[in-house]
């Protein structure tokens, strides 16, 4: 398990707007950390009201994007939508596709979007955007995407999977039991979750090999974003 502390994570802030990149993204160009699998962009997301992205080009990526407060104003040449916090939107970039993302609220929008590389080239674009409702602390597990057809969204790239729960203290929970997995925590201040001996906190990521089924324990109240691979 490796894991890279959310304050210690590749910053980006410009126009009031702040990033924390999983991987080399920008201007925060490293050669050892391109990717995870085929998750090549894992972004936390802030942008206060009224920033965002304007109209820009994506190509032969799959864009997931979980909100988890505030509402995000996508617009694309495919589809469009305003999104609340536990709702997730795919855009199949495909053979090409635009698209734009401001926050629409009165306040802070945070978001995790997630770079995924499809099975095929130059697929037809195309959006959905749904809600999910998770079942609560101690619940499980819930797909949001899938490229299996099991998922709330459905994406082009098998043998990948987005899944998210919530913890309360004390609860415990096994990881998906995939090869690959790469987890973030979202919690509170004083919130988070152990795995193993290894407590993490608010926008902190662990990749895992090869650890699927470790048990996560909830330390007050957190959500898991999970990504989970079949192969390299």
């Known amino acids: 398990m ?22 080399s993204f920008g201007a925060h160009y ?4 391109t990717g995870f699998s085929s998750l090549v962009a894992h972004n936390d997301e802030r942008l206060p009201p009224g920033t965002g992205y304007a109209d820009h080009p994506h190509a032969d990526l ?30 199949s970039a495909g053979s090409g596709v635009v698209h734009a993302e401001t926050a629409a ?15 095929e080239s130059g697929l037809a674009p195309s959006y959905v955007r749904e809600p ?22 459905p994406i082009a790239a098998r043998g990948t999977s987005l899944h998210v729960a919530d913890l309360a203290d ?6 998906p039991d995939r090869p690959r997995l790469h987890a973030m925590v979202v919690a509170g201040p004083g919130d988070g979750a152990m795995v193993g001996e290894r407590r993490l906190v608010d926008g902190d990521v662990a990749r895992l090999l090869d650890e ?21």
């Open 30 to 33: 490293d050669p050892t950390n």
């Open 212 to 232: 699927g089924g470790r048990t996560v324990t909830g330390v007050g109240r957190a959500q898991l974003v999970v990504w989970s691979f079949e192969r390299a």
């Open 62 to 91: 799959e864009v997931v994007s979980w909100v988890l407060t505030g509402s995000l104003r996508h617009a694309s040449t495919v589809g469009s939508a305003t999104l609340a916090g536990g709702d997730v939107q795919r855009l």
């Open 132 to 153: 999910v409702v998770l079942g609560g602390p101690g619940a499980g597990w819930t797909c949001v995407a899938d490229g299996d057809g099991g998922g709330v969204v």
């Open 105 to 119: 609220g009165a306040g802070t929008t945070r978001f995790v979007q997630a770079w995924v590389r499809p099975d």
């Open 2 to 23: 490796e894991v890279r502390e959310g304050g210690r994570r590749a910053r980006t802030e410009a126009e009031g707007r702040t990033t924390l990149h999983s991987f």
């Open 170 to 175: 004390g609860v415990r929970l096994e990881l």
